[in-house]
């Protein structure tokens, strides 16, 4: 349908000598790996690609440590689960055990229970009942480096998401194991990653107990009926279906029942989002109330064309992608090719269940030669449909406009 990849490499090649990357002084094998590389739409997002890390194909390198890896987007054009070889990497803190030894990990529960628990990856796997879903993992930053203006933190193109088969216990069943005490207000949770010095708080993140509780909850121990990639989680982790990632807290090995809300800096500081609606501000407002980032609203991507692809005039073109609801299923995804003028209903693909990528499928025939500007957006089982405008917050959150690319018919 078009030449897409030699497209972009040419772009890439472009982009790598504009800056300055492939030096004369660089020599031949620099210009080897330079040339491993792809530009993300938006200013400074020449990126590495890199094979260096284990249990890892391909990714785009943001970070090394801690480790920041993003999704190839064309990997989401291959399947409506995203492999763990390709699914994207986010940590916050740099000292990550480079091992976890399956027979000696425990997940202790504590906190405001009767009975406080001390269970082996055994006790998890054998004592409770097991349920499993798909559902999207999605970085409360996916998307950040579209921000305009700029804003600070990973500054990742649409690639740090991925849908995953989870498997796992209900966190529900194993609050009830331990006994929630009366009075209680939230479940934190933390792994075993730390800081390099003493001094950065640990990542630990707090849901509402009746959250916790609702029986989706999980505590996964297996993603695509594999064990859990290392640097996604391994052995546990916790899925928490509809709400950004910054909640899904990877090798979890503590429980905590609290009394009081969690006043840590990744609750209180950290992923603060402005309590307007859709999380938007204009950068000149100040003093703005903030609150906790929570559910995830809908999204929709292309995935087989991409800005500058070439394609047939005058012949009927299928166009493809991806969508998800937030937090409920999608309803219905719309397609234009006009730019917005006009819209059509896309079909839609299998139901993997409310919390999954959906694939959608859509044609349409150029009839001119030149460009053309598509539009795809996808509306949820509440009604909620993604806006025509970008929002805008200093964290770069929740970015979810109706995506456009322009491809050119010839
Ligand atoms: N223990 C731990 N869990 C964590 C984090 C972390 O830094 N430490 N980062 C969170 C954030 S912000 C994201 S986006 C997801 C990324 O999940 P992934 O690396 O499996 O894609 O992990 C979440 N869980
Ligand atoms: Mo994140």
């Known amino acids: 349908m078009n030449d897409q990849c030699g497209l972009k490499r040419r772009h890439v090649l472009h982009s790598l000598m504009a800056s300055g990357v492939v030096g004369v002084?660089?020599?031949?094998?620099?210009?080897?790996?330079?040339?491993?590389?792809?530009?993300?739409?938006?200013?400074?997002?020449?990126r590495e690609l890199t094979t260096d890390f284990p249990q890892k194909g391909e990714m785009v390198l943001l970070r090394s440590r801690p480790p920041l890896l993003e999704t190839p987007f064309s990997v989401f054009d291959q399947g409506v689960f995203t492999p763990n070889d390709r699914f994207?990497?986010?940590?916050?803190?740099?000292?990550?055990?480079?091992?976890?030894?399956?027979?000696?990990?425990?997940?202790?529960?504590?906190?405001?229970?009767?009975?406080?628990?001390?269970?082996?990856?055994?006790?998890?796997?054998?004592?409770?009942?097991?349920?499993?879903?798909?559902?999207?993992?999605?970085?409360?930053?996916?998307?950040?480096g579209f921000f305009k203006p700029r804003v600070a933190g990973g500054e990742w193109g649409n690639g740090a998401m991925g849908n995953a088969l989870w498997t796992g216990v209900r966190l529900r069943d194993?609050?009830?194991?331990?006994?929630?005490?009366?009075?209680a207000v939230q479940v934190r949770y933390r792994g075993l990653d730390k800081?390099?010095?003493?001094?950065?708080?640990?990542?630990i993140k707090a849901?509402?107990?009746?959250?916790?509780?609702?029986?989706?909850?999980?505590?996964?121990?297996?993603?695509?009926?594999?064990?859990?990639?290392?640097?996604?989680?391994?052995?546990?982790?916790?899925?928490?279906?509809?709400?950004?990632?910054?909640?899904w807290v990877k090798m979890l090995n503590d429980i905590e029942v609290i009394d009081t809300p969690d006043q840590n800096f990744w609750m209180a500081k950290a992923y603060q989002i402005p309590d307007t609606p859709h999380a938007n501000v204009s950068p000149?407002?100040?003093?703005?109330?903030?609150?906790?980032?929570?559910?995830?609203?809908?999204?929709?991507?292309?995935?087989?064309?991409?800005?500058?692809?070439?394609?047939d005039v005058g012949a009927t073109q299928t166009?493809?992608?991806?969508?998800?609801?937030?937090?409920?299923?999608?309803?219905?995804?719309?397609?234009?090719?006009?730019?917005?003028?006009?819209?059509?209903?896309?079909?839609?693909?299998?139901?993997?269940?409310?919390?999954?990528?959906?694939?959608?499928?859509?044609?349409?025939?150029?009839?001119?030669?030149?460009?053309?500007?598509l539009k795809v957006k996808a509306i949820n089982d509440k009604g909620e449909?993604?806006?025509?405008?970008?929002?805008?917050?200093?964290?770069?959150?929740?970015r979810n406009l109706v995506e456009s690319v322009t491809v050119v018919a010839a």
Not at 195 to 203: E, L, Q, S
């Open 284 to 311: 000149e407002q100040t003093g703005v109330k903030t609150i906790a980032i929570n559910r995830m609203v809908p999204r929709s991507f292309f995935t087989n064309v991409s800005d500058g692809s070439v394609i």
């Open 207 to 247: 849901l509402g107990v009746d959250h916790a509780r609702d029986g989706e909850v999980m505590v996964a121990f297996a993603m695509n009926g594999q064990p859990l990639p290392l640097l996604n989680g391994f052995p546990l982790r916790l899925v928490v279906p509809g709400w950004y990632s910054t909640y």
């Open 195 to 203: 800081g390099v010095i003493a001094a950065t708080p640990d990542f």
């Open 319 to 373: 166009v493809r992608g991806i969508a998800f609801g937030g937090d409920t299923g999608v309803s219905k995804v719309l397609f234009s090719s006009n730019g917005g003028a006009s819209w059509s209903t896309a079909s839609v693909g299998r139901d993997f269940g409310k919390f999954s990528f959906r694939r959608w499928e859509a044609r349409f025939m150029p009839r001119n030669a030149g460009q053309h500007v």
């Open 88 to 144: 994207f990497v986010r940590w916050h803190l740099a000292s990550i055990p480079t091992r976890v030894d399956a027979r000696t990990f425990r997940l202790t529960v504590h906190g405001s229970v009767a009975r406080e628990l001390d269970l082996g990856l055994d006790d998890i796997r054998k004592g409770f009942e097991h349920v499993e879903f798909a559902a999207v993992n999605q970085c409360a930053g996916n998307s950040r």
């Open 385 to 398: 449909a993604q806006p025509d405008e970008p929002n805008w917050n200093p964290g770069g959150y929740m």
């Open 174 to 183: 194993i609050l009830d194991r331990a006994g929630v005490k009366a009075g």
């Open 25 to 46: 002084a660089g020599g031949w094998t620099n210009l080897v790996r330079a040339a491993n590389a792809i530009t993300l739409p938006f200013e400074n997002g020449l």
